[in-house]
């Protein structure tokens, strides 16, 4: 029986539950690379050579563990943290420690055998990383910007102007260094052609799908893709009451956001979404409804396009 090993994983430390041959043992370790090599030492006390981890996804604070645990020889799924929540709803679990989240993972883990994660490559994490930060900087530059226009800013105006300046030159070193990393990579640089081929993605968004969802291709279908980036419609019914959401919120908050202004371009110059939009907005959908429904088509195009290496070609016109 393979040995499983569940990780609630935190900013401080992360929190442990190994199930061997039906018997649960638990432990907690600071979430650093001491923290990591002590992890493997408590695995060796226990003569457990390899184990199938499981982790929610959640950034850096879960992939830094995930790459120690796959470098030492083990077996590492990353689940989105919606799945871990519905198992233990479907157990009726009620308790919520760090101990007891460690418990529920292994056991979602053992009951669900997640698929593994593949890491990333070097240049696809540089990549993630690089359009993070640049993402980043860009909100603070709107933040700056929105300052500017505010009242009572003429004393602070050129500390303002000062920093957007700042802001803009980083920004612009981030996308030389985000440019120089895909074409450096032929892989990158080829499925970022195949992402800029569809209509209303541009050079901003490819880089994001590049980096934040590096195997799109491996997903088993373009719904699957958008499930995992929480681009799901969700619809609650209770009796006479019905509740639809457009937008399921759990999965990667980088790709959602970098998508919202690509589909109201899409909307205007994809043939394919244009009417996509129409016939939504023909049947009375409201327009956060239909921006998020092409939002989830624009990505389900990206992932059909990387899936069949063939770039996106226009319609013929009837």
Not at 87 to 97: I, V
Not at 288 to 297: E, L, P, S
Request: a positive charge; aromatic letters at 6%; glycine letters at 6%.
């Amino acid at each position: 029986m393979e040995s499983i090993l569940g990780i609630d994983v935190g900013k401080a430390d992360f929190h442990c539950s190994l199930l061997v041959e039906g018997r649960s043992r638990s432990n907690s370790f600071p979430n650093s690379k001491k923290g990591f090599e002590r992890l493997e030492v408590w695995l060796e006390n226990r003569k457990v050579a390899k184990v199938h981890a499981c982790l929610e996804s959640t950034g850096g604070w879960s992939e830094e563990l995930a790459f120690f645990l796959i470098e030492r020889g083990h077996s590492v799924s990353i689940v989105n943290p919606s799945a871990i929540k519905h198992f233990g709803e479907s157990e009726l679990s009620r308790t919520k420690t760090d101990k007891a989240d460690a418990a529920l993972i292994a056991r979602y883990c053992l009951a669900m055998n997640p698929r593994l994660w593949e890491p990333p490559s070097p240049s696809q994490l540089r990549l993630q990383r690089l359009g993070r930060r640049r993402a980043a900087l860009i909100e603070m530059r709107v933040q700056e910007e929105n300052r500017l226009q505010g009242p009572g800013v003429d004393e602070v105006r050129a500390s303002i102007q000062t920093t957007i300046a700042f802001l803009t030159r980083h920004i612009g070193e981030l996308d030389a260094e985000i440019a120089e990393t895909i074409d450096q990579d032929p892989t990158l640089r080829a499925n970022n052609a195949l992402l800029e081929s569809i209509p209303g993605i541009g050079e901003r968004v490819a880089t994001t799908l590049l980096g934040e969802l590096p195997n799109l291709k491996e997903f088993r279908s373009g719904k699957a893709v958008a499930a995992f980036v929480g681009l799901c419609p969700r619809e609650r019914r209770s009796g006479t009451s019905v509740s639809a959401s457009w937008v399921s919120k759990a999965g990667n908050a980088h790709v959602r956001r970098v998508l919202y202004m690509p589909a109201i371009v899409a909307m205007r110059f994809n043939p394919i979404l244009s009417a996509f939009a129409a016939r939504l907005r023909a049947n009375g959908k409201r327009p956060k409804q239909i921006i998020v429904a092409v939002m989830r088509r624009l990505l389900v195009l990206a992932y059909g396009v990387l899936k069949s290496g063939a770039a996106f070609k226009m319609p013929l016109p009837a």
